[in-house]
Structure formats: C-alpha cells, structure tokens
C-alpha cells in the first residue's frame, strides 16, 4: 500500500481551509425580481431589494456588488452577487452593456495585475465574474432587439444563464412556446450561452471540437450518438464514459434553457408542509416544484453541479481570451 488514494482527502482539507469564492452577477430590467431570486437561489438575504416607492430611474447603469460569507455544514462560501440598476429602463438603450462590460474587464484587469506583478500574493483574490444570470422578462413573444444585442456581447467575455423572469405570468402552452421561440432566436444569432460544448475538457475517447452536435437514442439503450461534421462516433455508454455523461448532462440542460422560474423569500402552508412560493388568487406557485417553474434546475445547475465548472471556464476559456488580447 503506498496511500496514493489519500490524495484527494488532502486536497478536500486544503480547500476546506481556504474556503470558496463564487461571484455572480445579474442583468436585468428593474422589476423583473432579481434581488428575490438569488435571494430564493442561497436561501439568504445575499441581493438587496430597494424598496419600489424609493426606486428613480438612474441616468445611466450603476454596477452595485455586495459581498457575503455563507456557512453550510462547515463548508465557507464567500458570494460576490453584483446588481445592474438602470440596465434597459431608459427610453434610449443604446450601448446599455458597455457598462456591464467595462464591469467585467475591469475584474479580469485587476486579477491579471496581480498575476503579473512582480511580487505576487500567494492566493490572488477572485472578483472576477463567474456567472451572469441574464432576465429575459416574460412577454410571451420573443427575444427583444436590445437582449439579443447584450447577450451578443456578454457571452464573448463571460458565462451567461438566461431565465424567463417571472414565469408564472405565462401559462404553461406560452412558456413552451416562448422557450422555442428563444432557443431558436439564440440558434439564429449564434448566441452561445453556458453551458457550451466547446468549452468541456477532451479526452482519448473523444475530441469535443467545433460544430459538435449531441443526439440521445432511446433511454432503454443508455448509448449516445456523436455526429461530428466529419465523422461519427458511436457505441459508448454512459455508464462506461465519464465524458459522455457529461455531454449528456450538457446536453439536456441545454435543451432546458432558458430557465422557466420564479422566485420568492415567503413561506406558505401548503397542506402539511411549508413551502416557498407566490400566493395568488387561485392557489400558491410553489418555486421548488418542478411542475410549477424550473428553479430547481436553475439552482442545482449553479450550485450543485456547475458551480466548480462556471469557475474553471471563466479562468481557462474567457479570463485567457482576455489576457492573450491583452499580452
């Protein structure tokens, strides 16, 4: 025995010592429950919510981030949530993203200041973005000129998450019809939202390159089928690939976006348990019911399964993209 196999209990105690960094951002027009939802996501007070009769159209966005330590079950969190009031609210929204963009260089400037000086600190503090969850609000129509315009832009430098912002406004034919709508808008326009084929690691088995398409057979057979614009791959299962687990996953998260969701801080009764949601005239939307809105998938993708991958695309494929412009 040489204890190889202790390798990732040191490297588990080392991060546990350190602790973890996640900064996320938001974008979105006022009123769209922004605040609420990553309120709703971490189970915190972690967004500020400016109170509606207090609320002024700002002459022009203001970047606001505020910073908290989460605590669950011994594991740290330090979450960096950054709010754009102002974004979309004004009668001229022309080049309304610079400053969302200028926000976020100016992080990959700062972390590439620290990584190039000459005497550097031994853990380089991480503002840069990890996330943006984008608001799309819920019209029912399509994609607006101004939002294909932003996500253009934003998923150039950073990854972006879009949402249908207050879905229980839509019935559940519009929301459908809507995400299709949207999925075909983005397919257009070549909008690459997270998660991305292209940015997942290759192995032996298989070469994730561009123009990467994924199709499922039938569940029963547990086989992917890979159709690459030059060849075809075929044969793997899921149970005996790694990779192709992950593709699938990708796969059906991106089939699932954007997420349908709603989000609220209050707790209702509901029969014998107490659930959050929004109560209305004809029942309570309950945000973590699948049958009611997608918060669940919004939420387990950006912390449960996605959280350590949104940081490892945003170091190795838009923070390098950055600095190779820059050097």
């Known amino acids: 025995y040489v204890g190889i196999d202790t390798l ?52 022009t966005i203001e970047i606001k981030t505020i910073s908290h330590v989460i605590e ?43 990584e190039i000086s000459i005497k550097r600190r031994k853990r380089i503090p991480d503002t840069r973005v ?3 969850i984008y608001f799309i609000p819920p ?20 990854n972006v998450v879009p949402v249908i912002a207050k ?11 809507f995400k299709a709508r949207i999925q075909q808008q983005l397919l257009e326009h070549k909008i690459r939202v997270y998660p991305d084929l292209e940015n997942l690691d290759s192995d032996d088995e298989i070469e994730v390159q561009r123009n990467l398409k994924v199709k499922v057979s039938l569940p029963a057979s547990r086989h992917v089928y890979l159709w690459h614009s030059e060849h075809l791959v075929i044969g793997f299962s ?14 059906i998260t991106q089939e699932r976006l954007p997420f349908a969701v709603v989000g609220s801080s209050t707790s209702h009764q509901v029969g014998n348990k107490t659930v959050l949601g929004r109560k209305s005239g004809w029942g309570v939307i309950e945000v973590e019911n699948e049958a ?32 190779h412009k820059r050097l």
Not at 139 to 158: C, F, N, P, Q, T
Not at 294 to 300: A, K, S, T, V, Y
């Open 8 to 59: 990732t209990e040191q490297i588990r105690k080392k991060a546990l010592r350190q602790g973890f960094e996640f900064n996320i951002m938001v974008v979105g027009s006022s009123g769209l429950g922004k605040s609420t939802l990553v309120n709703t996501i971490f189970k915190s007070k972690v967004s500020r919510r400016q109170p509606e009769e207090d609320y002024h159209t700002p002459a």
């Open 72 to 114: 669950e079950r011994g594991i740290l969190l330090k979450l960096s949530v950054t709010d754009t009031p102002g974004f979309g609210d004004q009668v001229d929204n022309t080049n309304c993203w610079q400053p969302i963009m200028r926000h976020i260089n100016e992080q990959y400037e700062k972390y590439l200041n620290e």
């Open 130 to 132: 990890h996330c943006c």
């Open 139 to 158: 019209s029912g129509h399509s994609l607006r000129a101004v939002d294909i315009e932003v996500l253009k832009r934003l998923v150039e430098i950073v």
């Open 167 to 177: 879905s229980d406004s839509l019935t559940l034919e519009e929301r459908a019809a």
């Open 238 to 251: 899921l149970n005996s690939s790694r990779k192709i687990e992950e593709l699938y996953a990708v796969h």
């Open 292 to 323: 009611h809105c997608e918060f669940n998938h919004l939420r387990n993708m950006v912390i449960r399964t996605n959280l350590q991958d949104l940081k490892e695309v945003t170091a190795q494929v838009h923070y390098e993209l950055y600095r």
